[in-house]
């Protein structure tokens, strides 16, 4: 007996049913797709749809559509909450759509979670042809689902594909998918204050190429995993090393874009740090080797008095959306910041120091290894004024305080 749950995508005109005979999600499309999935025994039996709206985007066709008869199943997920990392999750449902190179992403469909197949010809294997994105939802005492500045990295993502040769998603698409794919996974979603629900939209060269030349097909991808802290530490002090050997980005690179192989190129750096006890890698630049760039996957700031210093985003570092927030969240409370060259020497003279990102928000940082010379700052405790910036914008964040930016999109 099929399943309830059907899936259909009216551009293409696939429609994805449930095997009766070994449980798998077929295609009735034509042509092999280049996406199967796990068979049915194999993926958690947590088949659910609730809350789906018909996204509008401003193309003819939907960002998401899928047939209304869909079964649902409100039972609680196995999660301790109280002991949530920051790990993959399997969760229910992923969202998908396809376009070929010079085309434009129609509406997409939400299928089960599950691994995909690929051409070991993609671009995305072979020449690194590929994008992600990170965002989070919070659910609020009530019930209500947030988002926090989607439209960001839609727009993120669409200039990072222009520097990748790669068409994305509009906007519009972008949120609405992403909108669509929380809902779909909604029970995944932590109590208030036990973490969040992290998105990771991803977009990449799917289709065959063997000549160095862009993919003649493209995949956006979207799945989703509850996570608690990223560093073990939680909000309590990280110890970093100054890296001056490797470096993350050049001019001219794609250090500003957050393409897959600006991740993989730290990976060694990282790892060798972890392995002497420090917690993550500041880098430096390439050119000068004296100007702070970022730490592996998080931007960095300098406090000084009422001074707060971030490198300047000048083509070799990411243009953060926490970094941006934060930045208007501290010149609102009466901060000055400054973005520019921020040399070492003024790291090691700050009486605070902190990162953000979307995985950590803000993250203290405790001590600084340099050249051998270890500086601490703040005592053992979180600095007044880390713990004054990560507390107003996980406020707005989780929606305790008044959405004064007009930064939060509430989706239920």
Known sequence: MESAAVFSNATT??????????????????????LSFLPFNKIPDRLRFPYLKTASSSSNASAVRTSSAVSTRSESVDIDWETLGFGL?????????????GGSFSEGELVPFGYIEISPSAGVLNYGQGLFEGLKAYRKVDGSILLF???????????????????????????????????????WIPPPGKGSLYIRPLLMGSGSVLGLAPAP???????????????????????????????????????????????????KAQSAAKARGYSDVLYLDS??????????????????????STPAIKGTILPGITRK???????SQGFQVEEKAVTVDELL???EVFCTGTAVVVSPVGSITYLGKSVSYGGSGVGLVSQQLYTALTRLQMGLSEDKMGWVIEIK
């Open 13 to 34: 005109g696939c429609l994805l049913r449930r095997n009766a005979t070994d449980g798998s999600y077929l295609s009735s499309r034509r042509n092999p797709t280049l």
């Open 89 to 101: 999750v399997h969760t229910d449902y992923m969202y998908i759509t396809k376009c070929s190179q």
């Open 149 to 187: 500045r989607p439209e960001e990295n839609a727009a993120r993502m669409m200039m990072g594909a222009e520097r990748m040769c790669m068409p994305s998603p509009s906007v519009s698409q972008f949120v609405e998918a992403v909108k669509a794919t929380v809902l779909a996974n909604e029970r």
């Open 217 to 267: 097909e493209y995949t956006f991808l979207i799945y989703v995993s509850p996570v608690g802290n990223y560093f073990k530490e939680g909000l309590s002090p990280i110890n970093l090393i100054v890296e001056t050997a490797m470096h993350r980005a050049s001019p001219g690179g794609t250090g500003s874009v957050k393409t897959i192989g600006n991740y993989a190129a730290v990976l």
């Open 287 to 308: 050119v000068h080797k004296k100007y702070l760039e970022e730490v592996s996957s998080c931007n960095v700031f300098v406090v000084k008095g009422n001074n707060i």
């Open 325 to 331: 927030s934060i930045i208007d969240v501290a010149r």
């Open 349 to 351: 003279d700050a009486d």
